[in-house]
């Protein structure tokens, strides 16, 4: 079936650095995506979303593109700081409710 | 603003008890609400949604049921636990559109519920 995935299950980057995390989705239907952050113990938190009549939308620190002719997405965070350090979920929706998540990627900040 | 409560925070029960976790939202009315169910590093899997109140849609057969008595609440309920309903559970709820209802979804701090 279709499915929201992630390209890497785990990403460890140094401290200020950029943080790039992918990815791919199969569902041409979906038009919303959203980039969602969850620490340890805790519920998913919103980062960022973007439809699809866009291809870049940015927030404070992070950037979200969207390439639909290949069916990927990308979180780029600027200037990664420690309190970055989660897990990263993609989810697609298209208009039924209901948001598809992928199996995320776990990202470590080196100090 | 608008914030969502869940309840417990962690639960520790037997196989063959029941289960009922409750979920409110407060700050917004006729809210989507949603429970999922999260293993140990795994994504989120979708049990229930609600688009109003006594309205519950199931996604997969299981051992549980969700209900909402009341427009901002949302509750979701076992007879008889399993070892493998154990897992991270998630209420989420989003506002109802205009045109469209798909948005971005905000969760609770989850319940943690081992079943032994």
């Known amino acids: 079936g279709e499915s929201v995935g992630l390209h890497l299950p785990t990403l460890s980057v140094q401290e200020g650095d950029n943080s790039i995390i992918n990815c791919a989705y199969s569902n041409s239907a979906s038009d919303y995506f959203i980039w969602y952050k969850q620490e340890s113990g805790k519920g998913p938190q919103f980062i960022i979303d973007i439809r699809s009549n866009m291809d870049k939308r940015q927030g404070q620190r992070v950037t979200v593109l969207l390439n639909k002719t290949v069916k990927h997405l990308s979180l780029q965070i600027a200037a990664t700081q420690p309190g970055d350090s989660a897990v990263y979920f993609c989810?697609?929706?298209?208009?039924?409710?209901?948001?598809?998540f992928g199996a995320g990627t776990t990202v470590t900040v080196r100090a | 603003s608008q914030t969502i409560h869940q309840w417990p925070a962690t639960l520790v029960q037997p196989v063959g008890s029941p289960l009922s976790l409750e979920c409110t939202v407060e700050?917004?009315?006729?809210?989507?609400l949603y429970w999922y169910r999260q293993a140990a590093g795994r994504g989120l899997q979708l049990l229930f949604y609600?688009?109003?109140?006594?309205?519950i849609s199931s996604e997969v057969p299981q051992n549980l049921s969700a209900s909402r008595p009341q427009d901002r609440q949302f509750i979701l309920s076992s007879k008889k636990l399993l070892l493998s309903d154990s897992g991270f559970y998630l209420c989420a709820w989003s506002a109802r559109g205009t045109t469209r209802d798909t948005d971005t979804q905000y969760f609770g701090p989850g319940t943690r519920l081992t079943v032994l």
């Open positions: 609600s688009v109003g109140i006594g309205q």
């Open positions: 700050g917004t009315s006729n809210p989507n």
């Open positions: 989810a697609e929706g298209k208009n039924d409710y209901k948001l598809s």
